[in-house]
């Protein structure tokens, strides 16, 4: 399932929203708009986007649509048809406006930190990372490629583990091994001193 802040139920009828439970009532729900999910009708995920946008941030929405491309539940002809029977709708104007500048799926964080360090590094007007991208045996948590800086956050319990101490450390070694500068950034650090963080970043970065 997409990750939002609150649930969200798309009904015809007049109903009040409760705690954790946000009510929508869409003037039209077509036969195109409606999917099932073992035996409960829900929105399709291209009505879904499309709800969302009108009610969410732009980052929201981002996060919700690489959701979409992870599970494997974006089919793009499906959402483009739903863009244009909606293309009066605010939020279909706003999920096309995000498509053209956001590439599903680049941007999807696993963790609170993450995300934090990643808002941190674009409202710093740094370039775009790779997120979660793949280098070798490893996923790293921000990746600037051509850079050659790979930056990992470390959430504090699992990487006080002694086998997640020695990964790390096996890691780092793989990285400088083949000419990539690792990073390593701590909870506080992103969190509470970010400027120190992005000092560290511009004085890597070119």
Not at 4 to 23: F, H, M, Q, Y
Not at 150 to 178: F, K, M, P, Y
């Amino acid at each position: 399932m997409l990750r939002v802040e609150n649930s969200r139920a798309s009904i015809p009828t007049k109903r009040r929203s409760r705690d954790g439970l946000r009510v929508h009532r869409p003037r039209h729900l077509g036969l195109e708009d409606i999917d099932r999910r073992r035996g409960v009708p829900v929105t399709s995920i291209p009505r879904t986007l499309i709800d969302l946008a009108e009610s969410v941030g732009s980052r929201s929405l981002e996060r919700a649509v690489d959701e979409a491309e992870y599970l494997r539940l974006l089919d793009r002809p499906a959402l483009e048809r739903a863009l244009k029977r909606h293309g009066g709708k605010g939020g279909a104007a706003r999920l096309r406006a995000t498509l053209a500048r956001h590439e599903p799926g680049t941007t999807r964080t696993r963790s609170q930190l993450e995300e934090d360090f990643f808002l941190l590094a674009r409202r710093a007007g740094l370039p775009q990372p790779e997120v979660n991208a793949r280098l070798g045996p490893w996923t790293i948590d921000f990746l600037w490629r051509h850079q050659r800086i790979a930056v990992e956050t470390d959430g504090g319990r699992s990487h006080n583990r002694a086998r997640q101490r020695e990964s790390d450390s096996t890691r780092n070694a793989w990285l400088i091994a083949n000419h990539y500068r690792p990073l390593r950034l701590t909870w506080a650090q992103v969190t509470d001193r970010p400027g120190e963080v992005l000092a560290a970043l511009h004085a890597a970065l070119p």
